[in-house]
């Protein structure tokens, strides 16, 4: 890619993240919904641990990637379920990581149940002003940005967070809504702010049976954030319950168009499945990249002392 391309998409992606930094978004949100929601904490009635990897605009230079692990599981006597989980996003010189631990109440009404959920932990963020270049910079030797506000070694900051979110399920209908990161705290690496802005979620699902082997579920979800908001629709088809395919779509708008997504996924054995995502990018940046991978793995462990009287295993993780 030009150098000078290179250098002023960066520049871009950088200052646009001092004013606000927004968390990382994932193509394969349904396997992953404890990440972006504490209500779901518990929501399975198994243990159920996640692994996401994520690469973004494979090709461009200062590429974001990101990991997220999780576990979650009931627990019957406090009426509902706990989980621990950890995100790292990194794009260009800035790397964000936070670890929540989450409860979420539960409750059954009727056939229907209702979650509530709230996780508490921290984020750190850190910036590595050995990965910056400024046009009126020297980098032969020593780093000199020819710039005060600009660090030339690796600083970080912590700040305590807090998220929120509510969930509710009935028959093969699904909806959820988490608010990230309420205290809203700025990170301030010696003068060079960088603010981590509330982030709003909604969630949306519902699976439909076509014929005795196949499924499928179409599912939404809606980002909003900085006064902006990015929908996602995606549609699954299952086939016998033991592999999925998919088609998604991130970005109605011209201005927030970003990329078309293909899934596939198969149950590799009893409670272990593993996914995959390609998006092919529609925005602005297409041709400075290559498109993006996503790779998620998810375990089922049934545990008797977890176990209700009505729980049946599922191999799906909607």
């Keep these: 890619m030009n150098r000078l391309a290179i250098l002023l998409i960066n520049s871009f992606l950088f200052l646009n993240s001092l004013f606000a930094q927004s968390d990382g978004h994932y193509s394969?949100?349904?396997?992953?919904?404890?990440?972006?929601?504490?209500?779901?904490?518990?929501?399975?009635d198994l243990l159920r641990t996640t692994a996401l990897y994520r690469t973004q605009w494979l090709g461009f230079e200062g590429q974001p990637a990101s990991q997220s692990i999780s576990a979650d599981l009931p627990i019957l006597p406090i009426k509902g379920g706990i989980g621990l989980v950890v995100n790292n996003d990194v794009i260009g010189a800035e790397r964000?990581?936070?670890?929540?631990?989450?409860y979420a109440f539960r409750k059954k009404i009727g056939v229907a149940k209702l979650s509530l959920g709230i996780s508490i932990g921290g984020l750190q963020k850190t910036l590595d002003g050995r990965k910056l270049i400024t046009p009126s910079g020297t980098y032969?030797?020593?780093?000199?940005?020819?710039?005060?506000?600009?660090?030339?070694?690796?600083?970080?900051?912590?700040?305590?967070?807090?998220?929120?979110?509510?969930?509710?399920?009935?028959k093969q209908f699904t909806f959820g809504a988490s608010l990230l990161h309420l205290p809203q705290f700025?990170?301030?690496?010696?003068?060079?702010?960088?603010?981590?802005t509330r982030q709003l979620f909604?969630?949306?699902?519902?699976?439909?049976?076509?014929?005795?082997?196949?499924?499928?579920?179409?599912?939404?979800?809606?980002?909003?954030?900085?006064?902006?908001?990015?929908q996602t629709i995606n549609m699954l088809v299952y086939y016998k319950k033991d592999?999925?395919?998919?088609?998604?779509?991130?970005?109605?708008?011209?201005?927030?168009?970003?990329?078309?997504?293909?899934?596939?996924?198969?149950?590799?054995?009893?409670?272990?499945?593993?996914?995959?995502?390609?998006?092919f990018s529609i925005s602005n940046l297409t041709k400075f990249n290559s498109g993006s991978h996503e790779i998620v793995l998810n375990y089922l462990i049934n545990f008797s002392f977890i176990k209700t009287s009505n729980a049946l295993y599922s191999p799906r993780f909607m």
Excluded: C
């Design 28 to 44: 394969q949100y349904m396997f992953n919904k404890f990440a972006l929601n504490p209500a779901y904490a518990g929501s399975k």
């Design 96 to 102: 964000t990581t936070n670890f929540m631990f989450a």
């Design 140 to 170: 032969s030797g020593e780093i000199n940005h020819n710039d005060q506000i600009l660090p030339t070694n690796l600083i970080s900051t912590f700040s305590p967070d807090v998220n929120t979110g509510i969930a509710f399920e009935y």
């Design 186 to 196: 700025n990170s301030d690496f010696k003068g060079l702010a960088i603010k981590t």
């Design 202 to 230: 909604f969630t949306s699902s519902y699976r439909q049976k076509i014929s005795k082997d196949v499924d499928i579920t179409p599912s939404v979800l809606i980002a909003y954030n900085k006064g902006k908001m990015q």
């Design 243 to 279: 592999f999925w395919a998919g088609v998604a779509i991130r970005g109605l708008i011209n201005d927030d168009r970003d990329a078309l997504t293909g899934m596939l996924g198969l149950n590799i054995k009893e409670g272990l499945s593993l996914g995959y995502a390609y998006d």
